[in-house]
């Protein structure tokens, strides 16, 4: 199992094109046996200490083996719709990991 952490910084103002992928992109998780185990949009509120931006959302997902993250990348009707990722996402954090 391998464990994916996702930081999304998103382009003020493109919020509504960002979700438009996530539509597509979340429910694509399941296709490679992964799934979307905790979806957090943080307020200023919610951060306890901070040395960073705060981002727009953070997204843990799990995935059987590294081949299905991999796979989910590679999925041919995602890529159709990396354009909306690419007009509403400044930048994105991704740490990968192992449960210990």
Same mark, same amino acid.
């Given at each position: 199992?391998? /464990?994916?952490?996702?930081?999304? /910084?998103?382009?003020?103002?493109?919020?509504?094109?960002?979700?438009?992928?996530?539509?597509?992109?979340?429910?694509?998780?399941?296709? /490679?046996?992964?799934? +979307?185990?905790? #979806?957090? #949009?943080?307020?200023?509120?919610?951060?306890?200490?901070?040395?960073?931006?705060?981002? /727009?959302?953070?997204? +843990?997902?799990?995935?059987?083996?590294?081949?299905?993250?991999?796979?989910?990348?590679?999925?041919?009707? #995602?890529?159709?719709?990396?354009?909306?990722?690419?007009?509403?996402?400044?930048?994105?954090?991704?740490?990968?990991?192992?449960?210990?």
């Amino acid at each position: 199992m391998i /464990y994916i952490t996702q930081l999304i /910084y998103v382009i003020a103002g493109q919020e509504e094109i960002f979700h438009q992928f996530e539509d597509i992109a979340i429910p694509t998780i399941l296709k /490679y046996n992964g799934r +979307l185990t905790l #979806r957090i #949009r943080p307020t200023e509120e919610s951060i306890i200490e901070k040395n960073m931006e705060k981002p /727009y959302e953070i997204h +843990l997902v799990e995935f059987n083996t590294l081949e299905d993250f991999d796979n989910f990348k590679q999925d041919e009707e #995602r890529k159709k719709f990396l354009h909306l990722k690419e007009k509403s996402i400044q930048s994105s954090i991704l740490i990968q990991g192992t449960k210990l």
